[in-house]
DNA sequence: TCAACAATTGACCGATGGGACAATAAAAAG
DNA sequence: CTTTTTATTGTCCCATCGGTCAATTGTTGA
């Protein structure tokens, strides 16, 4: 265990408190004092460990930044193959407890923000780049150099659409259908130019 | 003309202002003042023809939802074939005026407040349901009656997807990287289960 | 010409929010 | 057991925002 100093897990628990407000009420509703109220504390408290409401929510976008990649990272190290790579990468961005509306509309709401805040741009730049080195390091086996690129792309944004969707009107897109559309995605886009190789 | 009545014509100018600043601010920082002033007005005359913000906000939605249906429809108008309703819409969906990140900054700020408004997340639905009938029309000649859905989901989620990354790192995807990605995604989904068809 | 009406403004109000701060409680260090 | 540091609270302040309203200025139509 290292987190033990009271500092950490008060920052811990205030950045959870803002994203669970930021769920249920929005960029625009999301208060200092409703976080406070959330966690439990008042609101001079919140603005002890963070020095504004800014940084606050730029650390709320980065504590579920941290969850996806911890999901996706548990299943890459189990994956054996470029094709378990692949997956291990779709899989976790469904995974049971993440694709849900709530968590959903917390994500469209600091995505919102993005363009206004160059700290939130840097962190979803840095996810974004992830995602695709995990996906290019899987389609290196699987399809021509030129094509990674694009088919990468494609996943990522059938991905962020697939979420946008399930934030959207929530019960229109299940867990099971989303990967399913990605999977039939990477396996149409691989057979495409690869009929040589279906047969293999 | 049928708009010549001065209600009408504030209306819109309004809602259009309403939009513009909601591309700049985002939602939580568009202010009826700052609508008023990009209007050359004062706040006051915001809330003689709008009751309040949310009926404002919800207007300039549906102003959003118009100009994007209206370059659809255009196209939709001369697509002979089946193929050409595909491409109407997913040219339509990318057009050079409208896929641009400020109209993509506004806008995911209204789609994250979906969840919160009734009304927003209704005019979200009409736009979700004619995209998908608009794609199914041109489907339904293109492919086997149990993957149509499948695939019209898959598209608009890729669309909305682009989109967003366009929203998130302006200049990660051009136009015409964009619309061949979901050429590419359909052809690659058609040809998936009907090689029959690729050579007739 | 005048009365009714629509448009428009600016002043005002209550509520709320972010943030500063001093006071207090708790804990750690010595 | 002090002293010093850290945690925590509640209060206060100021700016801002949404919304109301009365007053003013056109505009129109009898």
Same mark, same amino acid.
């Given at each position: 265990?290292? +987190?033990?100093?009271?500092?950490? #897990? ?26 406070? =109220? ?21 650390? =709320? ?8 990649? *911890? ?7 189990? =994956? ?33 923000? /993005? ?10 730049? /840095? ?8 996906? +290019? ?13 694009? #088919?990468?792309?494609? /996943? ?5 659409? +697939? ?20 999977? *039939? ?5 691989? =057979? ?9």
């Amino acid at each position: 265990m290292k +987190l033990k100093r009271l500092s950490d #897990i008060r920052r811990k628990e205030l950045r959870q408190a803002a994203f669970a407000v930021l769920e249920r009420e929005g960029i625009a509703g999301a208060t200092l004092e409703k976080v406070a =109220a959330h966690a439990g504390a008042s609101k001079g408290i919140v603005l002890h460990y963070f020095r504004n409401k800014q940084e606050l929510f730029e650390h =709320a976008m980065r504590e579920a930044n941290a969850v996806l990649r *911890d999901a996706v990272v548990a299943r890459l190290r189990q =994956a054996r193959s470029p094709m378990e790579r692949l997956d291990a990468v779709i899989d976790g961005n469904f995974e049971e407890h993440l694709f849900l509306p709530p968590l959903c509309h917390a994500w469209l709401s600091l995505c919102a923000e /993005v363009p206004r805040d160059e700290k939130l741009a840097r962190i979803q730049k /840095v996810l974004h780049a992830r995602m695709r080195s995990n996906l +290019l390091s899987g389609l290196r086996g699987l399809a021509s150099p030129g094509e990674t690129g694009d #088919i990468a792309l494609g /996943v990522t944004a059938l991905i962020d659409g +697939l979420w946008l969707r399930l934030g959207l009107e929530p019960g229109s897109v299940s867990r099971e259908q989303a990967i399913r559309q990605v999977k *039939d995605f990477v396996a149409a886009r691989l =057979a495409m130019r690869q009929p040589a190789t279906v047969g293999a």
